[in-house]
């Protein structure tokens, strides 16, 4: 089993923890329901108000991470949804001790431990006829890597919303802070490799490139990432091994990075168009203008100036944790805490009006 994936396994006590972290500061946040977002008067005398509920069942089907089972299971239960959970067999003990923990609690509330159920089957067969359960599930949220996001692609009957790959890049820009630079790229990359919201690969400006690259080659390569770059990278870096279409295009989740230089913001936005997957992208850069137009042009869930893209996550973003983070546009982009998983509902009081 690969270190990354063991990483994503352990729950030691620190992890442990943080999910009961978790769980209090979602707790501790305002009740997401039955607010009135918008609310106007028609001519004919008829008050239209939009107002927040719960989506329903919510789904997550999950690969690795016993926590979500923690955070989905705290988060659809705040906002008046149930979960129903569905994790991988690496991780089933984990899941189940989490589970009964949650359940066991909502007993000793005075509220159905059926709020949340897990799912113990662990086939693939079982998946699947979660993602068909239209008419019983009202949403699904898969976290997982592209073998599950391709099958619920194919299979899924029910609405969901993609929790999908972290191609991510930083790009240092010709007006960056190279010490700032360089603490971000490490950061972004090596702090934890296993996760969707660290950096796959860094863009460098060709101006800054020749005095750049060999001082992020040194710190990353002292913290165990293997870099491969293109051949503009390596011709600064001697015995640097080559970067494929495959390696720009590929969510490593380890310890492993691909370089290449760009000859200006033009030039990091399209290779960014080209291979990035939508969650996040970062520039480090004091140049105002330039950090705006790549914010305005970068189409991604999240874009961060003179940050590590480690910061997308709900619990950084002050939502107290997270259910997924969507890398799609409807009906929820980025980390998804209590908000996205309400929806809303027209209510409409009259005094007797009917249509002509």
């Known amino acids: 089993m690969a270190a990354t994936v063991v990483d994503r396994l352990r729950l030691d006590e620190g992890r442990i923890h943080a999910m009961a972290e978790g769980l209090e500061s979602v707790a501790a946040h305002p009740d997401p329901l039955g607010g009135v977002t918008s609310g106007w008067t028609r001519p004919n005398g008829l008050r239209i108000s939009q107002v927040v509920v719960p989506l329903g069942v919510v789904a997550v089907i999950y690969e690795n991470r016993p926590n979500v089972t923690a955070d989905a299971g705290g988060l659809c239960l705040k906002s008046g949804n149930a979960a129903l959970l569905r994790g991988s067999s690496a991780a089933i003990a984990s899941n189940q001790a989490i589970a009964q923990c949650l359940r066991d609690g909502l007993s000793k509330a005075g509220l159905p431990e059926d709020c949340v159920l897990l799912v113990e089957d662990t086939s693939r067969e079982s998946a699947v006829e979660l993602m068909r359960l239209r008419g019983l599930v009202d949403c699904l949220i898969p976290r997982g890597g592209t073998d599950l996001i391709e099958t619920v692609l194919e299979h899924a009957t029910v609405p969901f919303v993609i929790d999908g790959d972290g191609n991510c890049h930083v790009y240092v820009d010709a007006a960056a802070d190279l010490d700032m630079a360089l603490a971000i790229t490490v950061n972004a990359k090596a702090q934890r490799p296993s996760v969707c919201n660290s950096a796959e690969s860094l863009l460098v400006h060709a101006k800054v490139a020749e005095e750049f690259l060999p001082r992020a080659r040194a710190a990353l390569e002292a913290k165990g990432v293997e870099l491969v770059g293109d051949e ?60 705006e137009r790549f914010a305005r042009e970068v189409d991604a869930a999240a874009v961060m100036v003179n940050a590590s893209t480690r910061f997308t996550d709900g619990e950084q ?25 309400t929806t809303l509902k027209y209510v409409v009081h009259g005094d007797g009006q009917t249509r002509t």
């Open 317 to 341: 973003f002050g939502f107290g944790a997270e259910i997924g983070i969507s890398t799609q546009k409807l009906h929820a982009r980025g980390p998804m805490g209590l908000k996205q998983l």
């Open 232 to 291: 503009r990278t390596r011709q600064i870096l001697d015995g640097l091994a080559e970067a494929s279409e495959a390696d720009f295009a590929t969510e490593f989740l380890d310890l492993k990075m691909s370089l290449a230089v760009v000859d200006d913001l033009q030039g990091a936005i399209d290779h960014i168009t080209r291979f990035g997957s939508g969650h996040t992208e970062a520039i480090i850069t004091a140049d105002l203008k330039a950090a």
